[in-house]
């Protein structure tokens, strides 16, 4: 059964910094590219960040660019988005993505972050 | 960056019949934006419905299909249940970037 769980998230003040990170099991997570992605309260998702296999090839979405980083280390099966710089419109439910365009794409349970002083 | 195009709304009778579609400001969806339906119910995370245009899950229900419908890629409901109502997103690949469609609230009454 695949399955990402997802860990980090909570509240933070505007300039500061959190990482979130997202263990994989039940599939070759070394095969795949991660993604992130966020959804706003009562809103819909945005696409964040994407990184392929080995870590070569990084996207972000330009209003995070710059300050949101995207790793992995697939010894671990986990996959992290560090963020930076955070305002509060970037307060969100951020949930990892196995995303690959011709497979099914699983979603972990997502993580809050809240951006308020 | 585009700009992804979904209905805001739809209301279908149970029963009945719906399509959902989602377009692109580029010009028409294709084969190879690769487009994904998810389904989101209140409190839950998206699920995938459909992927690569037109496959399912194994736990897709085989009232739901999807294909590319006059340039755009869609989503179509055959007999509609109660527990289909629910917000869709469409989300199509572009390079260097994936873009979700705003979502369609879909209401079965």
């Known amino acids: 059964e695949v399955q990402l769980v997802q860990s980090g998230g909570g509240l933070v003040q505007p300039g500061g910094s959190l990482r979130l990170s997202c263990e994989a099991s039940g599939f070759t997570f070394s095969i795949y590219w991660m993604n992130w992605v966020r959804q706003t309260p009562g809103e819909g998702l945005q696409w964040v960040a994407s990184?392929?296999?080995?870590?070569?090839?990084?996207y972000h979405v330009d209003s995070v660019r710059g300050r949101f980083t995207i790793s992995r280390d697939n010894a671990k099966n986990s996959v992290f988005l560090q963020m930076n710089t955070l305002r509060a419109e970037d307060t969100a439910v951020y949930y990892c993505?196995?995303?690959?365009?011709?497979?099914?794409?699983?979603w972990g349970q997502g993580a809050l972050v809240t951006v308020s002083s | 960056q585009a700009v992804v195009t979904q209905e805001p709304s739809l209301t279908v009778s149970p029963g009945g019949t719906v399509t959902l579609t989602c377009g692109s400001s580029t010009g028409a969806v294709t084969s190879g934006h690769y487009p994904y339906w998810f389904q989101q119910k209140p409190g839950q995370a998206p699920r995938t419905l459909i992927y690569d245009t037109s496959n399912k899950h194994s736990w897709t229900p085989a009232r739901f299909s999807g294909s590319l419908l006059g340039g755009k890629a869609a989503l179509t409901l055959s007999g509609a249940q109660p527990e289909d109502e629910a917000e869709y997103y469409c989300l199509v690949s572009y390079t260097g970037a994936w873009v979700f469609g705003g979502g369609t609230k879909l209401t079965v009454l």
């Open positions: 990184m392929n296999q080995d870590g070569s090839e990084i």
């Open positions: 993505l196995r995303l690959d365009w011709t497979d099914v794409a699983f």
